[in-house]
């Protein structure tokens, strides 16, 4: 007699936990009951992330660089697992190679963004990227996986924590990314992903004042309506590709600060 | 003859400090009696109609009638600026730097008059305008002119190309110095610009204009618009493809707002609340010469003003004593006079806004100290003040008030000294003092703010990228960072 599989319940990835979501709503998708996050999910999310930010960010670069590492590592061993929930095999291969690309830009983009500035007076001034902080990101519908990943990971590489809102028809390549970043020493928190609908969770990340940035890559037509709710703390809107890789996707994701220092005896 | 006399000169003797008056020619400085808008190369009446008075706020003189520009004028100066725009995005970037080289050059031969229209209009001390404002503006140009012919030097393997019209708004604590900031980069980077200036403090830029027109610069690449808020909500409508703002975080939240869903690009300098902090083996006497520069400079009409001062607790009250002493030596009075130390608000409205706000101070329960010091009958002027047992809910804690006013809060340890620097919406800017180099790296990490001073306060360069963080608003100005916003890429 062939043996019953075990299914997998699809829930949400917050601070870390694979919670329900408190509304206690499931919605349909990919054959599956998926997690539905309510408003109180994603405030939620946006708590976990503010706590974990610092840590994170306080991590060496050569040490955020070995963890997206990790999450490549994690992801190759699932890679028949994930080709299932999105768009085959090469989109999962793509979405790997893209963390490892990232993994290898953690200690190098400050070189590239920073700078020694020669002011006009006896002072050493240098400028520094630091992470934003806080990143909201609608992920794109498709490519569901490599869409996630690739505005995900260069929030990730700058220092950021990330509240991700899942493909909302594609969602299951989300939850088995998460279980990835779960098993990728990537502190608690560093990531959150919502599954459930794109309009009902969107407007409340865009409005959250603990906010920082908000990434507009999926938001489709909820963008012009998101990015006015972000004007109300001034969030950087970040409106990307959701298929690309580069140096600019991390500064987008990063503020500049400037240091000045008196030189004398 | 007494004995002490036939000793001659003794400091016990009573010495009379006054200063003499020692003002500044006003002369130099021609104003027309009225003013229309410079589009494209020329002068033109408003097609508005309407006219408005500039003043000197220093005694209310009325200075020139100023075009009001309406709706149809924004978008004369935005065709005139598009009309420009593919010959001067064609041009070698070699030769848009020489017309750069040559407005910094004009600047520096025309510093003195601008020098003196600037603290006309604008009541800024004239030691100021002479020695930060208008070296500072043409360094910018300077600066930006050698950009022109290098952005693929900045922007490896990314193409750089302008991005074409830019509207660009700047507010009126520092007004040609914000042209500056804002037309260097832009035209640098190949773009066209259209710029509108305070609406208290147009005079320098008007003059500006002449100042293009003997630098040849081609027609219609700078359009300098005057007007109210209404001009600049119309320039923001207009049909540009980046706008640029400096001024209040509110009126910046709003330009978001109204920009959201165009896909136009958009910078924002807006507001801030900075925190000046000083350590107990910080070197005071210099700790207090900041604080003062931090404070006091350009009457704290400066966003990046360091607002709050955080003292540590053991030695807060040698701190206040040593800083009231120093307040006491300020001289405020005529912006023209070259010993002037803090000049005239800027405006009334600021004014009424300053003294509203200390009001809340006093009535919150903070504890005022103002110098002794005669205010002149006429204009607008606020005497340097100090807030102690300033607590963090304070509105003198939590709100810009960018007027001469200092709140003094205290701290224990470093991480409570971050925490309350931190705990504000703004972000622009602090300052540290600490004679501890190791220190000043771990505050430093953890301030948020786009600028930290360390051992020193309110330094401004070309090459030095300033801008914000969360509510001060994003983009930076200065340095190869600030080029990038005028630039469009074809590649991350």
New interface residues.
Partial sequence: MARLPVRKTYKLFIGGAFPRSESGRTYAAQGSNVARASRKDARDAVSAARAAQPRWSAQTAYNRGQVLYRVAEMMEARLAEFAVLCGGRDEVERSIDRWVWYAGFADKFAQLLG?A?????P?F?F?VPEPTGVVAIVAPEQPALLGLVSRVAPALVGGNAVVAIASEGVPLAAIELAEALATSDLPAGTVNLLTGERSELAPWLASHMDV?AIDLTGADVL???L??A?????K?VVRGLAD??????ISAFV????????IGL | MTELSRRGPSPLLPVDWTYAPAPESREIAAIAERYGLFIGGEWVEPQSGAFFTTLSPRDEEPLAEIAQAGPADVCAAVAAARAAFPAWSGLAGSERAKYLFRIARLLQERAREFAVLESLNGGKPIKESRDVDLPLAAAHFFYHAGWADKLEYAFPNRSPRPLGVVGQIIPWNFPLLMAAWKLAPALAAGNTAVLKPAETTPLTALAFCELLAQAELPPGVVNIITGDGSTGAALVEAEVDKVAFTGSTEVGKEIQRRLAGTGKRLTLELGGKAANIVFDDAALDQAVEGIVNGIYFNQGHVCCAGSRLLVQESIADAVVEKLKRRMASLRVGDPLDKNTDVGAINSQAQLTKIEELVAAGSAEGAEIYQPPCRLPEKGYWFAPTVFTDVSQSHRIAQEEIFGPVLAVLTFRTPQEAVEKANNTPYGLSAGVWTEKGSRILWMAERLRAGVVWANTFNRFDPTSPFGGYKESGFGREGGRHGLEPYLSFDSG
């Fill in positions: 700078a500035n020669p002011v006009a007076g002072y001034n400028t920082n963008g012009p309506e990015e006015r972000g004007a109300d703390n001034v950087r690309s890789q580069g140096l600019s996707e503020e500049l600060k400037t240091v000045w220092h008196p």
